[in-house]
């Protein structure tokens, strides 16, 4: 079933999903009376979950998660950092391909390891922004939500010059109401394209590179973790993944730009889905 739904094109998905909103309350004039009250009510909280736990849907918050398939270029994407046993090798070896990517730091570790932060900046990568903490945002209210990421955005401007435009909820997921207060800040929501599981406790650095060779297809936003968040290993398989992947990626004809340049290399283009 998945398999199917992810072929279908883009439009498609997203007016099937408009039609079943919209549909359900309709057909609530065949169904019960008892029912026939609260089918709009389930409709809409349905749409609004669809919302929260699939964003790549772009139902109505819109993320930027892959960008056209002409372009030969990937951005890989690091979370949950930094952390002072895996970033600065990680940089290391970015430095060494010349990959440029993006770090979607926790304000709360950024303030932890500024020179890490520091590194991340003079070394062309990007500075993105994945809260102050690893909670999960779309259980909080949104005073909470506002007052905590704003909190968190404080941290990132003290430590660095760059301007912040990326943000990647921890877990994902968010509720629409904070995805519009972002929008507000001038925040843009980044999702990812392909996640390969690399923070599992067993995972080996052979199955991350598989998947990432078997999945990674241009255009595409790759989500890694140089960070533990709430995890106990720290990620020694990803970083050893990544040093048998990134020459093999390479030899293939891409290249690597951080989130930003991928998304300026998507301009006029309609945003992929
Ligand atoms: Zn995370």
Redesign the pocket.
Known sequence: MYRFWRVLPPRVKRRFLLFLGAGLPFCSVILKPGFRRIAPLMAGSGMLALDIFVPQLNLFSKSFWRASRVTQAVSLTF??GPDPRITPGLLDLLAEHQVKASF?V?AERAKKFPEIVRRIENEGHELAF??LD?QKIWKLSLKNFAEKTEKGLGILRSLSSQNITWY?P???FIRFDQYLWLRKKGLRLAGWTIGVWDTDQEVTPEEISERVLTSLRPGDILLL?D?V?DRLRPQWAMLKALENTLPVLRKQGLSFLTLSSLWALNQGEPLAF
Do not use: I, K, S, Y
């Open positions: 979370d949950d979607f926790l994945h809260g690893h990647r921890p877990h994902g973790h960070g968040a």
